[in-house]
């Protein structure tokens, strides 16, 4: 599902009106310090900052379930090669958040970059926005997506049916939407018929930039589910748990 380490292979206005007294959450163990609202303004986009340290690494004589995939796949024709690729990351939210720019059926967008979770998804055009607070419908501008993403735009996109994305996060951010095809371009690494998620149902307190997210974990933690009814979606049977 991932964008794996194969092919590494693989704004928005604000509302005008504001409460005058900000919802402050109820912190405990289900909320993350990343992914808390930092702000009720978006913040400037920084560079990452690099300094001059090294850490010098050593190569062990070991295997890894990511080299053990990629060189049975080069076996079975599945991969040719591995193919390196740079990108240059953005800071947001006070450097707890960093985004890589990435095209899309031809469509530029920036996105999160997660290492905890296995999906690409890009919020798309006319999605709804919903109060990660009281569940009620909120203006889109509400969720701070950056641009959406565009499948009628798009000649290369193609549905996946009978499939379904589903994914909560641990602050209480969810998201609901299809499953499709997509040409991805990262780093400038081209990703042909990448598997993705494309969110129509989201509640989701963004940066104002990022479109999406990309996940670079393993497949395994897929939050795809089979059917096209996300409430009949149950924890542990997603495409991979279930087999």
Request: charged share 15%; glycine share 10%; with cysteine.
């Amino acid at each position: 599902m991932a964008i794996t380490c194969i092919a590494l292979l693989a704004g928005l206005s604000l509302a005008t009106a504001r409460s005058t007294q900000p919802y402050f959450p109820n912190i405990n163990e289900e909320y993350t310090l990343s992914r808390l609202p930092i702000s009720d303004h978006k913040q400037p986009l920084t560079k990452l900052k690099v300094t001059d340290n090294v850490i010098e690494l050593t190569r062990a004589n070991a295997w890894s379930p990511s080299s053990t995939y990629v060189q049975a796949l080069r076996r079975q024709g599945g991969a040719v090669r591995v193919k390196n690729g740079t990108v240059n990351l953005i800071s947001v939210e006070a450097g707890s958040v960093f985004l890589a720019p990435v095209t899309v059926g031809g469509q530029d967008f920036k996105v999160v970059i997660d290492s905890g979770s296995s999906d690409p998804w890009l919020a798309t055009t006319n999605f709804d926005c919903i109060s990660l607070y009281d569940g009620s419908d909120l203006d889109e501008s509400e969720c701070e997506f950056g641009t959406p993403y565009n499948s009628s735009a798009s000649s290369t996109y193609r549905p996946i049916t009978d499939q379904n994305f589903n994914i909560s996060y641990a602050d209480g951010e969810f998201l609901t939407g299809d499953m499709g095809y997509e040409n991805f371009t990262m780093g400038g690494i081209s990703v042909p018929h990448q598997e993705f998620a494309l969110v129509d149902y989201a509640a989701w307190t963004g940066d104002g930039y990022s479109s999406g997210l990309i996940g670079f974990a393993s497949r395994t933690l897929t939050s795809a589910y089979p059917g096209n009814d996300p409430t009949q979606d149950r924890g542990g049977q997603s495409l991979m748990g279930k087999y």
